[in-house]
């Protein structure tokens, strides 16, 4: 009845506030969505027609040439692949840490319980920093390896506190009665408290994932010099680096040529490649993103405000 | 902005329960010695372990790396050959004008962000809130927090075509409107710098920062909102007398948690954005590591660097961290 009220008596202000919040809200969609649909349209039309500019919401001269040349290049189907190995076993592997931690952790009558939990907190205030890591890297001969994307990240204790607040929500008659059945940690780990943990299971692999697709620094500092193990977002950053590099040459960055491009440099702009490829990387992103924004959520929601 | 999230779900779970629960755990375990038991625990271990001596690795043996600070390393001798030199690294580092203004300009970015960071969460999470089209709620929300999940390679790309001097959005619009009269070089121009990083920053993670307020106004009671209604109070007025009120123990948790990270710019942002022309004042902390450690190769002054980050960081954080939990204090978080 009250809301009755509320609707049927909009007072000038009501009305005035209302009008202002949906502008700004529109607003805000338009300033989102504007670049993503930009460069998806420059992406899709005819790059010497680009050049010309005016290009907004839709291709002027709608060209699929684009995609061709950029996924062509053997570096980029390589790095594509390499990106989608390190998200899966990155994930899978990820996953398993949450999980192999938080258990043992959530337990109250595991006896190292306070003391490891002491242990995997404080790495969320110390770190030996950049150099003393890039060192410890080098002399674990991990330069130029696969493993450098998966190993250093692989334990991350945001994912073991969510992960454990959420068994803690499971009730410890069912860890009990398994027990009683002669069931083994893992067995219990596996057959009971995982599947009862779908929900925050999801939730930690999508950021995970998205993570490991979107992660670059590890590619830049550790593996860029050996060309079969870069990633789809390396390969956009060196695009992006030669764009921004050109400031101090010239002022027209659009003719910063990467040096792989020269060749094709009369039929695709720089401008053209840099649109392609960054499509391509936030693809995967921008398809799942839709379905599954509400188990990004819940993170948040698990993590922060429940404890 | 997001790294409070693990900060706070400490203060809320573990150290709490640390004080409170585990006294009658204690007398168990004198009980049945400590071994014996954990012996019966050892699959509990064998799980953990493997990720116990991961972290170790890589969490905790780099801080050995701490003395490098403190020598003139090369590294062909290693950590235990190269020469001593105590505190001359810090020394020349505090003595280094760079190193000044790379302060300020880690400083300056980052107090930036957070005053913009928090005010545009706050302001978009009151205004969806007052939304009551449910569906365009819902929709709004969706698409605001899509930035938020792409990298900032990519967030960069579409910064540099945005503020492109040939045909960007933002040219064209202030053309448009007659604010300036012909395209400008945004990314070229020292003094646009800071903001455009503020500005992608917010674009980037305001949609994301507002949820933990959004939750926080939905616990709000109804009932209050009803009251002031029938007392005659306006829009504006619910606004500032009932949601901003509501909302202020998780703003001065986040307030304060943030303000430990103060020295955390973020620097992939300004790595990717920034060019020769802008580097002085684009440069932060860990950029400036980054430069001297890998490129230059003056490892031990490098590592000087990073120790100071370090150590400010932790000694605000733990501040920070004493405080959220003194003004928890009365209130029971879990």
Redesign the interface.
């Known amino acids: 009845m ?1 809301k009755q ?3 049927s008596r909009k ?1 000038p ?2 009305r005035i ?2 009008t202002i ?1 949906y502008i ?2 529109i607003f ?2 338009i ?6 649909i ?2 998806i349209a ?1 992406s899709l039309n005819d790059p010497m027609d680009s050049i010309k ?4 919401l839709k291709p002027r001269k709608f060209t699929l040439y684009n995609y061709r040349v950029v996924l062509s290049r053997k570096e980029i189907y390589n790095a594509t692949g390499v990106s989608v190995l390190r998200t899966l076993v990155g994930t899978a592997l990820g996953i398993l ?1 949450s999980f ?2 938080a ?3 959530s ?6 319980r ?1 003391p ?2 002491i ?3 404080l ?14 890297i080098r002399s ?1 001969g991990l330069l130029n390896s696969f493993w450098v994307y998966i ?2 990240g ?2 991350s ?2 994912n073991i ?2 992960v ?2 959420y068994i803690s929500t499971i009730p410890d008659s069912f860890v009990e009665s398994a027990k009683i059945d002669g069931a ?3 067995r219990i ?1 596996f057959t009971i408290i995982m599947p009862l943990c779908i929900p925050v299971l999801a939730t930690i692999a999508l950021f995970i994932a ?1 993570g490991q ?5 590890d590619t830049y ?1 550790y593996t860029s010099s050996k060309q079969e193990l870069s990633t789809l ?1 390396f390969e ?2 060196k695009i ?1 680096q030669e ?3 050109s ?2 040459t010239s ?4 003719s910063a040529i990467s040096s792989g491009a020269a060749e094709r440099a009369k039929t695709i702009t720089p401008t053209s490649i ?2 392609t ?2 499509v391509v ?2 693809l995967p ?2 398809v799942v ?2 379905f599954l ?1 509400k188990y ?2 819940t993170g ?2 698990l ?3 429940k ?1 | 902005m997001n790294e409070f999230i693990p900060s706070i779900t400490k203060t809320g779970s573990s150290d709490k329960r640390k004080k409170t629960t585990p006294k009658n755990e204690k007398k168990n375990r004198q009980q049945s010695p400590f071994f014996r038991q954990l012996g019966r625990q050892r699959s509990l271990l064998f799980m953990c372990l493997p990720f116990v001596v991961l972290v170790f690795v890589f969490n905790y043996l780099p801080l050995w790396g701490w003395l490098m600070a403190f020598q003139n390393y090369k590294p062909h001798l290693g950590v235990r050959h190269s020469e001593w030199v105590g505190l001359k690294h810090f020394k020349d580092l505090f003595s280094d004008k760079s190193f000044w203004l790379v302060l300020r300009n880690t400083l300056a970015m980052s107090s930036l962000k957070l005053v913009f960071g928090f005010l545009s969460a706050i302001i978009l999470a009151i205004l969806l809130n007052e939304l009551h089209a449910k569906w365009f709620k819902r929709t709004v929300q969706t698409i605001s927090y899509l930035p938020y999940f792409i990298s900032w390679v990519v967030a960069a790309n579409l910064v540099m075509t945005a503020l492109s001097p040939e045909g960007g959005i933002i040219n064209e619009v202030l053309m448009f409107l007659g604010i300036i009269d012909q395209p400008k070089l945004w990314l070229g121009t020292p003094r646009y710098f800071w903001w455009i990083i503020v500005f992608s920053d917010m674009w980037k993670n305001v949609g994301w920062n507002a949820i933990i307020y959004l939750s926080a106004m939905t616990a709000i009671d109804p009932e209050l909102y009803e009251a002031a209604n029938i007392d005659g109070a306006g829009r504006l007025k619910r606004i500032w007398h009932i949601t901003l009120p509501g909302i202020r123990p998780v703003f001065t948790v986040l307030l304060i948690m943030n303000l430990g990270w103060i020295l955390n710019a973020g620097f992939e942002h300004q790595l990717l954005l920034m060019n020769p022309i802008v580097r002085e004042v684009a440069e932060v902390i860990d950029i400036f590591v980054l430069r001297y450690g890998i490129n230059m190769g003056r490892y031990s002054f490098a590592t000087a660097a990073g120790i100071f980050k370090s150590l400010v960081s932790i000694i605000m954080l733990v501040t920070a961290d004493l405080v959220v939990q003194k003004l928890n204090g009365d209130e029971e978080v879990l």
């Not at chain 1, 790495?123 to 410890?136: A, E, Q, R, W």
């Not at chain 1, 002022?251 to 659009?254: L, M, V």
């Open positions: 009250a009220k509320r609707y007072t202000e009501d506030f209302d919040n700004l809200m805000l969609i300033v989102t969505l504007y670049p993503f930009n460069i420059v500019g005016g290009i907004y840490s192999f931690v258990y043992p952790l337990r109250k009558d595991f006896v190292l306070k490891l939990t242990y995997f907190l790495t969320m205030y110390v770190g030996g920093g950049l150099i003393p890591g890039y060192f410890l674990l190993l250093p692989l334990v204790t945001f506190l969510v454990r607040s083994g940690e893992f780990l998205v697709w979107n992660s670059w620094f500092l977002q956009l950053q992006l764009a921004t590099q400031f101090s002022s027209d960055y659009g840099r649109a490829m960054t990387a936030t992103v921008l993103y839709p924004q990004f959520v948040l929601t993590g922060g405000v404890g």
